[in-house]
């Protein structure tokens, strides 16, 4: 049994705060405020330089890509740290086309988070005018994959809607094609049970600082399946992917499997951070995680749906199509939502008209689901959301 209580009191939440946007930035775990600080004080200030062998710092990419690994079912040595998912998702791409140099399309659908999309729209201007991005809608993804796709490039859980895809399916239609199939898992790592190696997937990506709570800007980590790693050409051909960064050779010569996929210098201080916020997935069971993720959905959904009818349920009905974030769209949802945050309630909204709400049992309890959903319906009800400073939009919304 997963001990929600114990991982509860393991972060650092602000008092009379629910915090349901733990889809978009983690919240600080209490072990990486004290790691950070050790590590800017210890590390940083006492061993200057040295600390890239005396702590360690080199090796943390990979070291912390594989206590990643383990919540996304990869095996050690196929998972490593580093850049963000937006770069993560080019050099994912760029490597997965130039194993398939007979084919030119690159095949998402419009579900996708932009990043990605227009990550792959440039890459496709670089390499030249034969190579396309075509977009279909989610549901049109499987019938969409023919003999001219080259790489399949799916975001699993919809930023906007949290509909999931059938990533064994797609993976297997997609090789019964011939295609590759480049995974990212910005809102699966750490939200949902997920089995890289089972589902035969050929890349992945995804980000720390949603449900793995790197904090602001932590690293992105990507996978490349074994049967790859070692003949793959990473794209991104940095000194610290080179077989031998300090023999400073003047040609590239790529590292060993993952290795190869690490460009630059490490964000060490983000990755002290990550590797000590990883200690709350200690003895945290993905399925119990899962359940209990479902759990409070249904409990919110309920309780929005029976004393909110202006809001309409975006997310699928059906449990098992869903990730772990639920939206309800409304034409005032931007204002809705800051009336919302006013009150101690942290979601987030997404244009055009949706209100995002992530499910976090790490730190969420089925109580304060159920007072969140009744401080919505009573800002609802009341129309407390329609003044003036809950209209002008930020910058960040
Ligand atoms: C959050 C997210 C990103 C963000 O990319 P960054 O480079 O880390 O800013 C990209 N893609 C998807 C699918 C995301 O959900």
Redesign the pocket.
Known sequence: MTDFTRTRALFDLPEGVIYLDGN?LGPLPRAAKDRVARAIADEWGQMLITGWNKAGWMDLPARVGDRVGRLIGAAPGTVVMG???????YQALASALELRPDRRVILSDTG?????LYMAEGLCRTLGPDYTLKTVAPEAVEDAIDGSVAVLMI?E?D?RTGRKHDMARLIAKAHDMGALVVW?L??SAGAIPVDLAGADTDFA???S??YLNSGP?GP?FIYVAPRLADTVRPALSGWLGHEAPFAFNLDYRPGAGIERMRVGTPPVLQLAALDAALDVWDGVDMAALRARSLELQGIFIDRVEAACPDLTLATPRDPESRGSQISFRHPQGYAIMQALIAEGVIGDFRAPDILRFGFTPLYLSPEDVAQAADTLCNIMATGRWDRPEFHARAKVT
């Open positions: 978009s850049d963000t998912l937006s770069i993560k998702v996708n988070f932009p990043s990605d975001t859980v930023y990212d910005a809102h990506v995804g980000c600082y949603k800007g992105a």
